[in-house]
């Protein structure tokens, strides 16, 4: 079988609307794509995370649904995590029925066994529960559910896309945070407050910004890079790495950024790299295992294709991430959705791994006889990672932790 469709860049005819007539037209693409989705005789409802993507999905929904349900989550102990105010400002606004699920770490917990024995490979995504406690907890009031997802590939609205625009548009202050690497990288850095998240940014922009854009995408891509990744591993797996073969497989993947240096380039190696392989399957996954069917209006093919042929400042400039979607849709939305900082939908791991999950870790799936037992992993290392999970400077730790975690959980199920 052949491939069927292909993101079409560069575009066969580049846009030539105005920034104003292209908001128009996008407007009446993404109204149609969500329209297109409301057919069902099922119920059906709408993902409302309490971010400007899911918003503008579940605001076009309620205009031609009007009964409609919204659902969110949020972390009861957790408010750094926790976004369930906006999704009420949205709810309140567009008048849905609005379903909130506040969570526990605990709650979390209990239903890790379910979420992991439903990967049948592993699959390091840590947000994979929290689509699970979502798909779940929505699967008790609709059959089918709309979300927000790819607005961020298509549009450019994560941080990393924020940094790479920096890199290729900088002037002194991008260089002066790139020349302080060896500063930010001494810095305590944690995802588990403002101080210590703003360093772990701080170090991860100046690594990467310091490489030529193929590197720097990898680098800002991954929670690892390869020379710890291959350090976690034992020498005899390390013999038999095909590292030809890994070469060629990346080189596939980070063609678009060879052929241009721009952000459309980085904006389509996401679209190529990161939906396919991370972010549509784990919705697809996660929302599968409750019988939950998820529908994306923001890959609409007609969408895709006009988004994909409008100039990159369109998307994204200085100021603004996302920005068509937010200016096309700023007199609709609540004010305090602008100019707040972009979270992901993230499960608040480090807490968690530090309280309900230690023992979990520590004494079985990383636990130091099984990891000897099993031959995969260089125990030293793994050992490490357990030491800089519970210090005062955990950085990215915890995906690690979290990848391993799957990883052990999917041998010990499978091949153990």
Partial sequence: SGQYYQIPYPPEAPSSLSYPQAQ???????????????????????????????????????????????FSIGFRDEKFFDETDYARLVAKKINTHHVVFSLTRQDLYAHLHDALNYLDEPF????????YMLSRETR???????SGDGADELLGGYNKHAAFYRTLHGGWKEKTV????PLWNRLPQSRNGFLGNRARQLA???????LPLPDRYWTWASFANETEVLRLLSSEVRLKIDRAQYASRKNDLLRPLS??????????????????????TKVDWMSMANSLEVRVPFLDVELVNFVCGLPADYKINPH???????????????????NRPKKGFEVPL???????????IVDDLLGKKRVEAQGLFHYPEIEKLKRQLFSSNPGDVHARIWALVVFQHWWKTYLE
């Fill in 204 to 210: 991860r922009f100046a690594n990467g910004a310091n």
């Fill in 350 to 360: 480090l807490r968690w791994f530090r309280t309900e999950m230690k023992s979990t």
């Fill in 259 to 280: 052929s241009g240096q721009d952000m459309n380039h980085v904006l389509l190696t996401d679209l190529n790299l990161v939906l396919p392989n991370d972010m549509l």
């Fill in 24 to 70: 128009l037209r996008f407007q009446q693409l993404l109204e149609a794509a969500v329209q297109r989705r409301l057919v069902a005789d099922v119920p059906l409802g709408s993902f409302l995370s309490g971010g400007i993507d899911s918003s503008v999905v579940a605001t076009l929904a309620a205009r031609h649904k009007p009964d409609l349900h919204t």
């Fill in 320 to 338: 603004l991430r996302k920005r068509i979607l937010q200016d096309a849709y700023r007199e609709v939305l609540p004010p305090e959705l602008y």
């Fill in 178 to 181: 790139a020349a302080l690497a």
């Fill in 124 to 131: 390091a995504d840590s947000s994979a529960l929290a689509v």
């Fill in 140 to 146: 008790k009031h609709a059959t089918v559910a709309l």
